[in-house]
């Protein structure tokens, strides 16, 4: 499995960026895809995850803010992150598990929210 994320970039707080991740090769694999984000001088962590069957699951810090979205017929993610703060900057990772428990990355994608 191969993941290509996209759409980071520099936005002002309060702002909204999109976030895709499209999923390759052995797709039929995957249960679980999200994202889990690196910030300055902290450790990656979960941001929001999605089932293969809608379920969703997200960090405190980004509930009703944060929408997560997925097409299993085209292999993709896209996390909507709306009214967005300083504290969202960071790199952002898509991921990919299977049922077994066999993870793939995808490369970090920067966002920084920044006046």
């Known amino acids: 499995v191969q993941l290509q994320a996209s759409g980071g970039g520099l936005v002002q707080p309060g702002g909204s960026l999109r976030l895709s991740c499209a999923a390759s090769?052995?797709?039929?694999?995957?249960?679980?895809m999200g994202w889990y984000r690196q910030g300055p001088g902290k450790q990656r962590g979960l941001v929001a995850e999605?089932?293969?069957?809608?379920?969703?699951n997200y960090d405190d810090s980004v509930k009703g803010r944060f929408t997560q979205f997925r097409d299993n017929a085209k292999d993709t993610i896209s996390l909507q992150m709306n009214s967005l703060k300083p504290e969202d900057t960071a790199v952002y990772y898509c991921?990919?598990?299977?049922?077994?428990?066999?993870?793939?990355w995808g490369q970090g994608t920067p966002v920084t929210v920044s006046s």
């Open positions: 999605i089932t293969r069957d809608y379920r969703t």
């Open positions: 991921y990919a598990l299977e049922p077994a428990g066999t993870k793939y």
């Open positions: 090769g052995s797709t039929w694999r995957i249960d679980v």
